[in-house]
């Protein structure tokens, strides 16, 4: 009789545990890893946290100091193989499908069916989120790397008006270095020269040459004389620069173009959000334009999240439905500088930058001339991106010659591929 109580008792715990688990295992929280920590950027993922908040889930949070680059995926390692992975990761361009491949990543596939996702975001960006025909991320906004930013005070004062060509820049620059202020804010870290590098491609050969090189790594383009010039504009851009520019953070650079000490910063439009923080205005305050030569093309960047594998797809799904709304992409985007991630989203509440930019991308979707950004992970696969970063980057900060420097290249991605 008491064996009897005593299987009954095993049962009713092991079925009361079962329970609890299951209850934990859907519990109302969202574990999200992410690289934001800049004020704007904490700003604008603030609008996706608060919206979970109100659909009663509790965030919690992971921001990873250092970027999205390899102190990301150390996190993502650790947790991996700790088993404790986090529900959504902030990830962008060919991560996501590496990630897709190793079964890392689980999909929000009846949301996007139900939402039609496939109607509403750029195929460009698909490429990335949808991986064999599943949703293994969540696309929230979209950035533009060929802009440059500049401070409308120095051009007021020396009467200067954003350049049409290229010849155009230099010539401003040392207008403005004999003024006193400094050509072009730039922090020396390798992720920031390829921002540079991505403008200056796209500037020397337009966006055919552009895919041909950087994202179909032709051989040939890579080493020829168009790549040549490519590097032969990043030399000057580097005579733009002040002597402390090597490892500043890409924020301070921005700061010091709306404290006037610089006149301009060639960055993706993340830069806008500082300016918005600043309490300054496009137009008033400060300007944007696109880098010379570029008029028509949009290198673009897109920030997503991934679906992790986890026992959270309640939450996942109200994470995916809140970041693909329409109203929250489109006070994100406003605070963050991007524009939405969805064609969709209105853009009246945009300032001028933002609906320039948002105009830009759909005209670029139709002529075909919106590129992956190389310098942002949307243009060739991590370890190609990785070698080829390591050349411009040295390049940019010791000089040398853009032919044995396009060489360099060639032989880099060669290597890596």
């Known amino acids: 009789m008491m064996q009897k109580h005593h299987k009954r008792l095993a049962l009713f715990i092991s079925l009361a545990l079962a329970g609890l688990c299951q209850a934990q295992a859907q519990d109302k929280t969202i574990d999200v890893v992410h690289w934001w920590t800049s004020g704007s950027e904490g700003a604008a993922l603030k609008v996706l946290r608060d919206d979970m908040g109100k659909r009663g889930f509790q965030w919690k949070d992971g921001a990873v100091s250092g970027g999205g680059g390899e102190p990301a ?49 750029p195929p460009q960006l698909q490429k990335f989120a949808k991986h064999k025909n599943h949703w293994n991320a ?22 200067l008006a954003p350049p049409k060509t290229f010849e155009e820049l230099v010539s401003m620059a040392d207008k403005i270095r004999k003024a006193g202020y400094i050509p072009l804010a730039h922090g020396g870290q390798a992720w920031q020269s390829a921002t540079l590098f991505d403008s200056a491609v796209l500037s020397v050969g337009g966006a055919k040459f552009y895919k041909e090189a950087l994202i179909d790594l032709d051989p ?3 080493s020829g004389k168009t790549m040549e010039k490519a590097f032969e504009q990043l030399a000057q851009l580097r005579t733009m620069v002040d002597p402390a520019y090597p490892n500043r953070e890409w924020n301070f650079a921005t700061s010091m173009v709306y404290h006037k000490k610089a006149a301009m910063q060639i960055m993706g439009d993340w830069a806008k959000g500082e300016f918005e923080k600043a309490r300054m205005k496009p137009g008033t305050d400060y300007l944007c334009f696109q880098y010379p030569g570029t008029d028509g093309a949009f290198i ?46 209105p853009m009246d509440n945009f300032d001028s930058c933002g609906k320039k930019s ?15 950004s190389f310098a942002h992970g949307h243009a060739m696969r991590d370890t190609a991106k990785v070698a080829a970063t390591e050349v411009v980057g040295k390049f940019f900060d010791k000089g040398g010659s853009p032919a044995e420097a396009a060489q360099q290249l060639a032989a880099a991605i060669a290597k890596a591929k």
């Open 220 to 222: 040939k383009a890579l």
């Open 358 to 372: 948002m105009a830009d991308m759909k005209q670029a979707i139709k002529s075909n001339t919106m590129v992956g």
């Open 138 to 159: 969540v696309p929230l906004g979209v950035h533009r790397t060929n802009w440059i930013w500049a401070n409308k005070a120095i051009f007021d004062e020396l009467k």
């Open 73 to 121: 995926r150390a996190v993502l390692r650790t947790r991996l193989a700790a088993n404790n992975p986090p529900d959504v990761m902030q990830m962008i361009g060919f991560s996501i499908p590496a990630y897709a491949d190793d079964g890392t990543l689980g999909n929000v596939d009846a949301l996007a069916a139900e939402q039609g996702w496939d109607k509403v975001v």
């Open 300 to 345: 673009f960047g897109a920030d997503q999240f991934g679906i992790l594998n986890t026992k959270q797809q309640a939450a996942q799904v109200a994470f995916a439905s809140a970041a693909m709304d329409k109203g929250v992409q489109e006070k994100f985007n406003i605070i963050k500088g991007s524009i939405p991630a969805r064609t969709d989203v």
